[in-house]
C-alpha cells in the first residue's frame, strides 16, 4: 500500500499562482510513476499531469500545458505541482495518485492505471 496525503490548496485569485504537494508513504517511491487529476463540479475526474518514476519524462493534459509543472522530490517521497496563470476553469478537487511503474519512463495517463489515490485538496480560483 501507498498512502498518499495532498496539501497546498486554497483560494486564489485568477492569474495567480498555487503551489500542491503530495507525500507518499509505506512503500518505495522510486517504484512508482506519480500522477495528478482533478474533479470539478458536476464533471468526471480528468489527467492533469504524470512524472516518470526516474523524474525524466512529464506528460500534461493540453489544458494545462505550459501553465502547470510537474516534479518530484526522491529523497523527500513528494510529487509537487506548481500552478500559475491560474483561472476559474482550473477550479477543483486535485488529487495526487501513484502508478506502480515497471519501467522508468513509463507517464500513464488513464485513471486505472493508478490504483492509489489521496484524498484530495481544493483549489478554488475566482475572477
Known amino acids: 500500500q501507498v498512502q498518499l496525503v495532498e496539501s497546498g490548496g486554497g483560494l486564489v485569485q485568477a492569474g495567480g499562482s498555487l503551489s500542491l504537494s503530495c507525500a507518499a508513504s509505506?512503500?518505495?517511491?522510486?517504484?512508482?510513476?506519480m500522477g495528478w487529476f482533478r474533479q470539478a463540479p458536476g464533471k468526471e475526474r480528468e489527467f492533469v499531469a504524470t512524472?516518470?518514476?526516474?523524474?525524466?519524462?512529464?506528460d500534461y493534459a493540453d489544458s494545462v500545458k505550459g501553465r502547470f509543472t510537474i516534479s518530484r522530490d526522491s529523497a523527500k517521497a513528494t510529487v509537487s505541482l506548481q500552478m500559475s496563470s491560474l483561472n476559474p476553469e482550473d477550479t477543483a478537487v486535485y488529487y495526487c495518485?501513484?502508478?506502480?511503474?515497471?519501467?522508468?519512463?513509463?507517464?500513464?495517463?488513464?485513471?486505472?492505471?493508478?490504483?492509489?489515490w489521496g484524498q484530495g485538496t481544493q483549489v478554488t480560483v475566482s475572477s
Open positions: 495518485a501513484a502508478s506502480q511503474s515497471s519501467v522508468s519512463w513509463q507517464t500513464p495517463r488513464a485513471e486505472y492505471e493508478y490504483p492509489y
Open positions: 509505506g512503500r518505495t517511491f522510486s517504484n512508482y510513476a
Open positions: 512524472i516518470s518514476r526516474d523524474g525524466r519524462r512529464f
